[in-house]
């Protein structure tokens, strides 16, 4: 029996309806450039050549800036990349933090390599086992609005692992000029450049 998965462009872009202030780091590839078909933001941080740290990043943030809310978007190679960070991040259990992971099963950015996600680890009962306040597996979009809500709501530490098909879509790209991206962001969260 085949089971019900989403189109992730579709999914980043509702995550990202009426976003206001929320911060956003997206991980390498394609969550990258779903988040910039979503719209550019100057509180977007798009991570290059940075495989495994989108959730550490997110962490960071979520620490550093507790009035607002942290949303990162990465896949299922990348979260089983920095996995340890799952436990850090459980541990601090910032109320603030979304790990929101698009979960096709592969590494798209490698050759579409079936990923440990794909032999069937699921990574929202990781994170599950972890006493994240929050944790589920996503098929249908009902369950993605839901999140966005609990997004905003600051109240929570939360992990979505949203299962999406393995199409591929147009390649929407940001910047790659990282001092540009680092500085942007900087200054959108009042921050002096450096």
């Known amino acids: 029996m085949t089971q019900t998965v989403l189109n992730r462009r579709e999914v980043v872009a509702e995550l990202l309806v009426a976003r ?16 910039m078909a979503a719209g550019d933001h100057p509180r977007n941080y798009y991570l290059w050549a940075a495989m495994g740290s989108a959730a550490t990043v997110g962490l960071g943030l ?24 799952l436990a850090t ?3 601090q259990a910032p109320k603030n933090l979304t790990i929101a992971v698009l979960d096709n099963g592969h590494y798209g950015e490698t050759g579409m390599q079936q990923s440990h996600a794909g032999f069937g680890v699921e990574l929202d009962r ?8 929050c944790s589920e597996s996503i098929r ?19 992990f979505a692992n ?33």
């Open 20 to 35: 206001g202030d929320l911060i956003v780091v997206s991980g390498l590839g394609s969550p990258t450039y779903d988040v």
């Open 62 to 85: 979520a620490l550093s800036r507790p009035q607002d809310s942290v949303l990162v978007v990465t896949g299922d190679g990348e979260m089983l990349m920095g996995m340890g960070a």
């Open 89 to 91: 991040i459980a541990v």
């Open 126 to 133: 990781v994170a599950r086992s972890l006493d994240f306040d």
């Open 140 to 158: 249908d979009m009902a369950a993605v609005q839901a999140l966005r809500t609990r997004i905003h709501a600051r109240n929570a530490l939360n």
């Open 162 to 194: 949203i299962k999406i098909d393995t199409a591929e879509e147009e390649r929407v790209l940001p910047s790659r000029d990282a001092v540009y991206i680092k500085n942007r962001i900087k200054a959108a969260l009042g921050q002096q450049k450096f």
